[in-house]
């Protein structure tokens, strides 16, 4: 059972930015391709980017293109969002989610993977 735990959520001003990580401490996480989504109140969850396992493809939605980065690290069983720019809309609980061997050439719906995290708090505000 893949366990994994986000970090690096908090309060921020619009246009600072934030790195989340999400980090396995019992498994290798280098054969899963990676999802960070985020679900604010009365909304979906929704993936907002994608790496797989190799770092190859990397996917995300148009309101982050440009902000946000995706990473990973395997031989630290890591992966990572960068954002930059951050906005109050922004604002949600970001979880990160693993699929074995994932595509990420398009965005995937939450069912797609098998493995969550607990969720960080993102808030954006001034």
């Known amino acids: 059972q893949l366990q994994l735990v986000e970090s690096g959520g908090t309060l921020v001003q619009p246009g600072e930015s934030l790195r989340l990580s999400c980090k396995t401490s019992?498994?290798?996480?280098?054969?899963?391709?990676v999802g960070w989504f985020r679900q604010s109140p009365g909304r979906e969850r929704e993936e907002i980017s994608c790496i797989s396992h190799d770092g190859e493809q990397r996917h995300y939605i148009d309101s982050v293109k440009g902000r946000f980065t995706i990473s990973r690290d395997n031989a630290q069983n890591s992966a990572y969002l960068q954002m930059d720019g951050l906005k109050p809309e922004d604002t949600a609980v970001y979880y990160c989610?693993?699929?074995?061997?994932?595509?990420?050439?398009?965005?995937?719906?939450?069912?797609?993977?098998?493995?969550w995290g607990q969720g960080t708090q993102v808030t954006v505000s001034s």
């Open positions: 019992q498994d290798t996480l280098e054969y899963y391709a």
């Open positions: 989610a693993a699929d074995l061997f994932g595509d990420c050439s398009t965005a995937h719906a939450a069912t797609v993977y098998n493995y």
